[in-house]
């Protein structure tokens, strides 16, 4: 069983900043790839960016420029840093998983950009 653990959302202001984490734990012993989805209200979850086992990432043009996703794997950590948010990156943000073509998903953590 593998279990990830969300944390860093929250409300912002446009322009502003926030980091997420994951925390994965549990059978993560053949880890091809992570990620990180979300998912605004009426719209469907989409891929904001992942990172692969050799280092490889790859991100929505929606984010690029904005956002980093980077990976910790003595920790079993992985983060996005999001930078110059927009109204438009309001959503709950899903930590993803790809453990030999399975996916595992965390239980989301709401980010609000908003003045």
């Known amino acids: 069983q593998v279990q990830l653990v969300e944390s860093g959302g929250g409300l912002v202001q446009p322009g502003g900043s926030l980091r997420l984490s994951c925390a994965a734990s549990g059978s993560i012993s053949s880890i091809n790839a992570m990620g990180w989805h979300r998912q605004a209200p009426g719209k469907q979850r989409e891929l904001v960016a992942d990172i692969f086992s050799g280092g490889r990432t790859r991100y929505a043009d929606s984010v690029k420029g904005r956002f980093t996703i980077s990976r910790d794997n003595a920790k079993n950590m992985e983060y996005l840093q999001m930078n110059n948010l927009k109204p438009e990156d309001t959503a709950v943000y899903y930590c993803?998983?790809?453990?030999?073509?399975?996916?595992?998903w965390g239980q989301g953590t709401q980010v609000t950009v908003s003045s």
């Open positions: 993803v998983v790809n453990i030999l073509g399975y996916l595992y």
